[in-house]
């Protein structure tokens, strides 16, 4: 059980919002907790020579911190129990200003039956979206 | 392009995988995690969990010990230096905790082709040492045409 009430919600009301500001020192610490060293996330020079616009972040960085609006609303990171995302466009991380990444999070739909609730995560940055149908079902 | 007669392929199980609990804050931290249960092991003792709680996107360690064994497979025929994450999904029946032995078997979901690129998608169940599910990771990686 969790403090919240799910007879008190509403499908579309918003549960959160938080903005994550990415750096390069983010990338190297996400690569290094990950194990995930691919150049393209802390090289400029090699991610140029691969055709990219510049050092990009983890998508998975990306999901992992978008999913703490919705754990930071339960209070319990356990209770996150289904949790998908597409990965729609790259987020670009400057040397010097690093990136910034607005999520915002929504109930999504509400299952009664199974004390259950589905959080709709918008991730975006730069307003351009950089994470499709992102959903994180949710025991209660 | 990737060979479709890997869909349906599984390959071995994994070397066990012990869950550290400075590696559970450690990954926290690197995602922005604040939740007390990520880091305060008291509060995850008191939330019910017998250690510290790994965050929701943990399972990406072990899935990546199954993909480098796809990655090496020459049959598979995968170009690692074209490849980008498309999907990610991981389906949790209970919360990855600190000093869990974690395992994993990966099977080749689907292969598709897009035009000049490859879908491959893969599906990496986990399991704990007494041999039960702990989640499940779907993954699917796109692999750029030349």
Redesign the interface.
Known sequence: MTHIDIAGLEVGQEIGSQSFHFTRDSLVRYAGASGDFNPIHYRDDFAKAVGLDGVLAHGMLTMGAAVQVAVNWVGDAGKVIDYGVRFTKPVFVDANTGADVLVIGKVGSIDLENNTVRIDLSASCAEVAVLGKAQAVIQL | MVNPNVQGKKYPETAPYLVGRE?VR??A???????P??HDLFAAQA?G?PDL?????FA??IQ?RSLHTVIADPEADIDF?RV?????????K??IVAWDELTSVLEVDSVKSLGAHSMITFKTEIFDRNKNLVCTA?STLVVRGE
């Open positions: 590696k450690e990954f931290n690197a995602v922005f995690s604040t939740n249960i990520n939330a969990y709680v790994a965050p929701p996107t990406v360690l990546e230096s980008v994450h498309g999907d990610q999904r991981f389906i949790h209970r919360p779907i």
